[in-house]
């Protein structure tokens, strides 16, 4: 990571110093490739790095989509899923992967591919629908505030909760 931090410091250095053209044509020179090839390599990644922002940004506009959708289903619950649904994005609910395997797991729903908190959202909010108002509000009102290593720690030394 430092190493990617100096490197754009000095190509940064070199545009200012020499200008983006000169740049490109003497990189061009040195790999010994005409410069259009150097141009559509440096689009390419840009392009790239769009499309990662792209397919992040959907990602979070899908778990808002979700969310509202199974809000809209049961309206009853809605206020306590929308809740449930700041504190997942804040991950003061289920806030890694483990705890959302546990959760579905709890809710005897088999995880399928699970590689993401965002990606089991879908799953995730089905469920809260199905839940009732009273288990909704437990899940709303429990204790996330302490760490798995401060209860491992308290276990060890022997602190009882």
Not at 18 to 26: F, K, L, P, Q
Not at 98 to 116: A, E, G, M, T, W
Not at 130 to 156: A, G, V, W
Request: no cysteine.
């Amino acid at each position: 990571m430092q190493s990617e931090i100096i490197l754009g410091i000095e190509v940064r250095l070199l545009i200012v110093k020499y200008g983006y053209a000169r740049v490109i044509e003497t990189l061009a020179a040195v790999r010994g490739v005409p410069e259009e090839e150097i141009l559509e390599l440096i689009e390419k990644v840009e392009l790239g790095k769009k499309e990662k922002a792209k397919k992040r940004k959907e990602t979070e506009t899908n778990v808002e989509e979700i969310v509202e959708k199974v809000a809209l289903e049961h309206p009853e619950k809605s206020s306590q899923i929308k809740e449930l649904a700041v504190q997942f994005n804040n991950k003061r609910f289920l806030p890694e992967l483990k705890d959302v395997r546990r959760f579905l797991d709890k809710q005897s729903v088999k995880p399928v591919n699970i590689k993401s908190r965002v990606v089991a959202a879908k799953q995730i909010f089905r469920i809260l629908g199905t839940l009732s108002s009273q288990e909704l509000s437990e899940l709303i009102k429990m204790d996330r505030t302490e760490s798995d290593f401060s209860i491992l720690s308290d276990q060890i030394i022997g602190k009882s909760k």
